[in-house]
């Protein structure tokens, strides 16, 4: 079953919150670890009682030379790397996996929402639907999960436990001696064939219905075919046995690499006898206690503590399907107006005393406390004499036209200042794309005319462009 434990680590106060974790013992590293720990403890001991009182002295000197080299060398083994590489990967499939895990609650408001009518024959209908796909995730989890093979293991149990009636089972058994391929999938077709059905005796009312629901009856397919693929392809094999080989490699050496030796005899790396090695013990418990990690989350169907509790899905998803379909089929309380009918929206939510602290201001901003200053209240961007630059302008300071380029074709208009031709930012509407490169020209007629932005030259310029 899945350990969770969420609601203690709601908070952190003090010294943290972990450390309420670190005394529990179901799902607890310590539990899965204790069995390596003590082989490991028995070892190391056995060859430093050996080293300590059982050799001789040139058996001694013998013991310490390979001591020394088991200790130059093991840190070669790229253990971290290894392992946290291999952690990374097993974690990110273990919750992909999850995310696998077909859920029938969509398809039953769908069903429950576009299969209408409350006679017998709509009834059957509706709880006929969610009846196969249940079936089929229950048959999906039967060929992955253990404990749900060991609770269901043929297809008797299945009819026992109304999964399947004995027609149906017969129906499957008939399938099984024409192909060796998994069957999962049949009842979904008897789902999709039951929508047909509803909408040719008028239960579904039109054919997006249909689509909707034959969408959601293929999702738990495609879902369920999904978690068959995870069963199937596994992490690749070879990376499991480097990971593994590393580890335990890396401390079948330090168990000679990292004993206390004579300290007379002037080791660098051996000033002192403690007897017992707490780093090396640490070490272990966090490289071992990582790999255990790994093996525990490579298959999230098993009987681990932290795996997954599919036999309580496979519960509850019946029992809501139903539900869903059958005891609140267009059942629901009478339309009554809320609270806040006359006052549209709420002003401010209630608080509990206990919460009142909680309530904090809308946030408007970042920038929202930062003043303007006066002087640029009335100041708009507008287009330079050069033609790519912009500069800004008081309005209140403008009290002539003012005058334009030639436009790309080379035609001649003058455009007046107005707010018209200006956006809420201040900026001029008149892109500068449309202006050429050609130096101001200005006009000698006064008369104020608007740019009109055409993709054509007007015949006029054209023919004086020509002269």
Not at 70 to 89: D, E, R
Not at 232 to 242: A, G, K
Not at 268 to 274: G, S
Request: aromatic share 14%; charged share 20%; proline share 5%.
């Amino acid at each position: 079953m899945t350990i969770t434990y969420t609601d203690q680590v709601a908070t952190c106060r003090g010294l943290g919150c972990f450390w309420k974790l670190l005394f529990r013992w179901k799902g607890s590293i310590y539990k899965l670890l204790w069995p390596n720990v003590i082989m490991f403890t028995v070892c190391y001991f056995s060859l430093s009682v050996m080293y300590r009182t059982v050799l001789s002295q040139p058996q001694r000197d013998y013991f310490e030379k390979i001591s020394l080299h088991c200790q130059t060398y093991m840190n070669l083994i790229p253990v971290s790397f290894v392992l946290g590489f291999y952690v990374a990967i097993v974690v990110g499939r273990w919750w992909s996996q999850y995310l696998s895990i077909p859920w029938p609650d969509s398809l039953a408001l769908y069903v429950s929402t576009l299969i209408i009518g409350q006679n017998e024959r709509s009834r059957l209908i509706r709880r006929t639907i969610m009846r196969y796909a249940n079936l089929s995730i229950l048959m999906t989890l039967t060929m992955i999960c253990p404990a749900v093979k060991k609770r269901f293991p043929t297809l008797d149990h299945l009819v026992e436990s109304g999964f399947l009636t004995p027609d149906e089972q017969d129906a499957f058994e008939s399938m099984n001696a024409k192909t060796s391929h998994p069957n999962y999938w049949m009842p979904l077709v008897w789902a999709a064939t039951v929508v047909t059905q509803a909408k040719k005796e008028g239960c579904i009312v039109n054919d997006f219905s249909i689509k909707t629901l034959v969408d959601e009856i293929n999702k738990i397919r495609s879902d369920c075919g999904s978690l068959l693929s995870y069963d199937w392809i596994s992490v690749p094999l070879v990376y499991t046995q480097v990971t593994t080989l590393a580890v335990y490699v890396y401390f079948i050496a330090s168990l000679m690499g990292n004993q206390y030796l004579d300290p007379l005899k002037g080791y660098p790396t051996h000033p002192i006898d403690l007897v017992f090695p707490i780093f090396t013990f640490l070490q272990f418990f966090f490289y071992m206690g990582w790999l255990m990690v790994a093996e525990t989350l490579v298959n999230p169907f098993g009987d681990d503590d932290d795996d997954f509790d599919m036999n309580w899905m496979i519960d509850r998803n019946l029992q809501v399907s139903y539900v869903i379909v059958d005891e609140m089929h267009q059942d629901s309380p009478k339309l009554t107006k809320d609270q806040y009918w006359n006052d549209i929206f709420p002003t401010e939510l209630p608080y509990t005393e206990d919460t009142k602290h909680l309530q904090i201001p809308p946030f408007m901003g970042s920038a929202q406390m930062i003043g303007a200053r006066l002087e640029y209240g009335n100041r708009k961007t507008i287009i330079n004499d050069g033609g790519d630059e912009r500069k800004e302008t008081n309005i209140d300071a403008l009290k002539n036209p003012v005058e334009t380029s030639n436009m790309t074709r080379q035609y001649d208009k003058n455009v007046y200042l107005r707010d018209d031709y200006c956006n809420f930012s201040g900026e001029s509407l008149v892109s500068l794309t449309d202006f050429s490169i050609i130096p101001w020209q200005p006009q000698t007629s006064t008369e104020t005319q608007r740019v009109l932005k055409s993709t054509k030259p007007s015949s006029e310029n054209t023919d004086d462009d020509t002269d």
